[in-house]
């Protein structure tokens, strides 16, 4: 499974491919395809990694798990393929963008063009089953993607984490924030949305990165 993931992220993250957990987690990925219908595509399980190259990372958004609707997951966290229908989380990311920064409303949810510029869009579990969220819940992804953010927290600096809602938040407790930047706010999910309006961390990442010499974000 992971022959897809680009070298660099690979070499990095080689000793978690050899534990235990790891192995097994292959196990249930390879018996899930026999018998079920699962997201992304086998080729976008690692999309976020090989879209956003571990030099590059500046940002990283922490979503939960795959859309399990057919079509919708592209291995980058809120984001959709390009024709699908724009998903209420996404949407209401979007009009924090326009709050924030004045921007249109894009009318396509893919995502790349974040990634490409140096945010990585990190779901906590990378693979569903089709039609069930969560399926792949305490398979082994959660440890390989605290592994990828402790990675990111020790071997870099300057990078905003945004952490929306509370799953993410726990998640993003491995980060140094003496070291980065953490911004918070409840998830953009409709139910919550309210919470989540008028923080302002679009704006505020980008201040932060320009703040460091770095390249901010055409969000």
Same mark, same amino acid.
């Given at each position: ?81 390009? !024709? ?8 209401n990311i979007f009009k924090e963008?326009?709050?924030?920064? !004045? ?117």
């Amino acid at each position: 499974m992971n022959q897809t993931l680009a070298p660099y992220w690979k070499e990095k993250l080689a000793t978690e491919f050899e534990k235990p957990y790891f192995q097994k987690l292959v196990t249930f990925i390879e018996e899930e395809q026999k018998n079920q219908t699962i997201y992304p595509h086998e080729s976008l399980i690692f999309n976020a990694f090989n879209k956003c190259s571990f030099d590059n990372v500046k940002v990283v958004i922490i979503g939960q798990d795959p859309y399990h609707g057919e079509g919708q997951a592209n291995g980058l966290c809120f984001s959709v393929n390009e !024709g699908v229908k724009i998903p209420p989380s996404l949407k209401n990311i979007f009009k924090e963008i326009q709050a924030d920064l !004045g921007k249109d409303i894009p009318t396509s949810g893919n995502l790349e063009r974040w990634a490409e510029q140096g945010v990585l869009l990190l779901n906590a579990i990378l693979t569903v089953r089709a039609n069930k969220a969560a399926s792949h819940r305490n398979k082994g992804w959660e440890q390989f993607t605290d592994a990828v953010i402790r990675l990111i927290s020790e071997e870099k600096k300057n990078v905003v984490f945004l952490l929306w809602g509370k799953y993410a938040q726990e998640k993003g407790q491995i980060v140094d924030n003496s070291q980065h930047l953490i911004l918070k706010s409840a998830h953009p999910s409709p139910l919550s949305a309210k919470q989540f309006f008028d923080h302002r961390h679009f704006s505020q990442t980008n201040d932060y990165l320009q703040q460091w010499g770095k390249v901010p974000i055409e969000w």
